[in-house]
């Protein structure tokens, strides 16, 4: 079965630094990887999904980006955080079959 | 309007109630449906995947999908303190690209069970 890895499990940042979250997948190979926010008391918003190496789909235009450069890893990215970028984010694996399978998410907190 | 909607709650019931959980939903695409429980600070964790109409039965959890009413409930049957945490409900459209077949979400129903 698939375990995800995602590190750290809390952050906190000030305003303007850089950003970089990991996730890492175990258990299968040419997974679908997707980054979700998870806002306080709401649902999940998907921000970047990848279906292979180096391809990248962005789904809401923000101060984030997205790589995977490898199969399976897939990094969280912000040169310049800004406040409007807490919340807890979530890796999450799905592959042939359609459920996915998140890691156990990361608190981030912009100061 | 919304994709998927979802009672936030919070729902409070007693030990050993059956719960009712549920969602509704506007895109008739969707076939594959799913039931996440999600622990304060965790990542959510799949309990339920149906696929189409019907019902599907896991020890105390019975999930049921109705796409003529665009109405899927997640019933939990004598519940425990343990199953307090946040329902999200999810589905998916698999006439979209592969990659874009990323889950849509309910924002998630609070359960709180009360010993």
């Known amino acids: 079965s698939q375990t995800i890895h995602q590190w750290p499990a809390t952050l906190v940042q000030p305003v303007g630094s850089p950003l970089s979250l990991e996730c890492t997948v175990e258990?299968?190979?040419?997974?679908?990887l997707y980054w979700y926010r998870q806002a306080a008391g709401r649902g999940l918003q998907l921000l970047f999904y990848s279906v292979g190496i180096g391809q990248i789909s962005s789904e809401v235009p923000q101060n984030l980006s997205a790589s995977r450069p490898q199969d399976r890893q897939f990094i969280l990215s912000s040169k310049k955080l800004l406040l409007s970028d807490s919340g807890f984010y979530l890796c999450?694996?799905?592959?042939?079959?359609?459920?996915?399978?998140f890691g156990q998410g990361t608190r981030l907190t912009v100061v | 309007q919304k994709e998927v909607e979802q009672d936030p709650g919070p729902l409070s019931v007693p030990e050993g109630a059956i719960v009712s959980l549920n969602c509704t939903y506007s895109?008739?695409?969707?076939?594959?449906f799913m039931w996440y429980r999600q622990y304060s600070r965790k990542g959510p964790e799949l309990l339920m995947y149906?696929?189409?109409?019907g019902n599907k039965e896991d020890g105390r959890f019975t999930a049921q999908v109705d796409k003529s009413s665009k109405y899927i409930s997640l019933f939990i049957r004598d519940s425990q303190p343990s199953d307090s945490a946040t329902y999200l409900c999810?589905?998916?459209?698999?006439?979209?690209?592969?990659?874009?077949?990323?889950?849509?979400f309910g924002s998630g129903t609070r359960l709180q069970v009360q010993p």
């Open positions: 895109n008739s695409a969707f076939q594959y």
């Open positions: 999450a694996c799905g592959s042939t079959t359609t459920e996915a399978f």
């Open positions: 149906t696929y189409s109409s």
């Open positions: 999810a589905m998916n459209d698999p006439s979209r690209d592969t990659g874009r077949r990323a889950l849509t």
């Open positions: 258990g299968t190979s040419n997974p679908n």
